[in-house]
């Protein structure tokens, strides 16, 4: 059984774009970059940033959750005045709040808040 996830992996089709993307727009830590692999840390979970292999992005599949370091609502403020593409409103569930959004390269995103106690 697994016990941790180590990375997780997006595809991308222009890596200066997604590198900019993930460093300057989300703000997350560069750790590796070249033109076919990159990798930013987003806590203690490696995100790799894959050229090498064919982008095919479809709806559905994987989705990297991040959790804002102040309130939803400021981060969206921050990411549309970014540019950031977001493909929905910031939704209210028993199990916290969330809005997804996309990357440079079409991945689905999205913000998570836990519930307020």
């Known amino acids: 059984m697994a016990d941790a996830v180590a990375a997780v992996w997006v595809p991308v089709e222009d890596m200066e774009r997604a590198v900019a993307f993930y460093r300057d727009v989300l703000r997350l830590e560069l750790d590796d970059h070249?033109?076919?692999?990159s990798s930013v840390r987003a806590g203690g979970l490696m995100i790799g940033l894959n050229a090498r292999e064919e982008t095919r992005i479809v709806d559905g599949g994987a989705v990297?959750?991040?959790?804002?370091?102040g309130t939803i609502d400021d981060e969206v403020t921050r990411l549309k005045g970014?540019?950031?593409?977001f493909t929905g409103e910031?939704?209210?569930h028993p199990w916290g709040r969330i809005v997804p959004f996309k990357d440079s390269e079409g991945n689905d995103l999205q913000l998570y808040t836990p519930p307020s106690s």
């Open 34 to 37: 070249d033109s076919d692999w």
């Open 90 to 92: 910031i939704s209210e």
């Open 64 to 69: 990297i959750s991040f959790t804002p370091e």
């Open 82 to 85: 970014a540019g950031v593409h």
